[in-house]
């Protein structure tokens, strides 16, 4: 399975949930932070299926993934209430799928939200979507911007939390950063103020 | 696996979803609505494990019971984004699964709001918890109020869905209701009002 790893380096699959969609982005993150991409794509459902369908769907996909590529934990973006009532149950749900498949094979999961994304990969957590992508195809030596956007914030959302020395979902305490991650934690709590 | 099942009944299985108690109740409904229980429970997770270990723990819980009992059709109660903001998200999350599980074997799934299956058990959508229990416990004819009440919610749900004639989760048409179940549905219309 791992084929592109170095000895050392951490694995994250980065989830980017969502029912239509689900953005999936699998990086290797080395010590010394530079990160090699592994794979990159959406799992997709029909909108027109029901929702118990669509759920199936996407839990074959993103178990297909993780089968294919063992990454060492799984980032999932935190969904929050307040934002665009229409589709945040589906999306909650969803997240709820990602972090199941997780779980289900004792791999460990993580929820980063949106602005601790953006603050990881630009230093700025108000940074655009093309702010982002830019910085994550730089990091990962794309020649191209990676689309579509789910698939990018995927790939945002697994640097972000191998960057970030890994804040745990819930429930469970931090990993302890060095004094170099705490130092970036420290820029990027400063960045979202 | 089917034991109390008469022929020609319809077997619900009903989900109260939640992180910490998942609510699970299945009943045989026949066509005159009389009803009977089969099994009611709830499904756990320890509020101090990882969300994905929560997850798994409760998509264990449902197939088991889902395996035990072989419902015909699942019905989960809907989650909405503005009540209760705190724990709506892990709600979501649990109903996901809930739905999953369904979608994983092929079995439809049906959601239902709290004000509906209050109308379709009592006849009026603003009942409060007690009278829902008192008449599920009626209708199944226990002996006691059946508790916690997650598993009353539960089994609620499941009546619903047998009596309001199973409409879909979304993304499909209603099955078509019998005059009897026309004349039920337009008077839990106007005790909504």
Known sequence: ??????????RVLGIDPGLTRCGVGVVDVAP?????????GVVRSDADAPIEERLAVIAAGLRA?????????????RVFAQHNRQTVMGTAQASGIALLIAGERGIPA?????SEVKAAITGYGNAD?????TMVARVLRLEELPKPADA???LALALCHAWRGAPAASGRS??????AQRAWADAERLARR
């Open 129 to 133: 979507k093309r702010q982002v992508q």
């Open 152 to 154: 990018a914030d995927a």
């Open 110 to 114: 993580a929820t980063h939200t949106p």
């Open 65 to 77: 993934v993780l089968e294919a590529h063992g990454p060492d934990v799984v980032a999932v973006e």
């Open 174 to 179: 931090s990993s302890p950063l060095t004094p």
């Open 32 to 40: 010394d932070r530079s990160a090699q991409l592994v794979h990159v």
């Open 1 to 10: 399975m791992r084929t592109g790893s170095s000895r050392g380096s951490l």
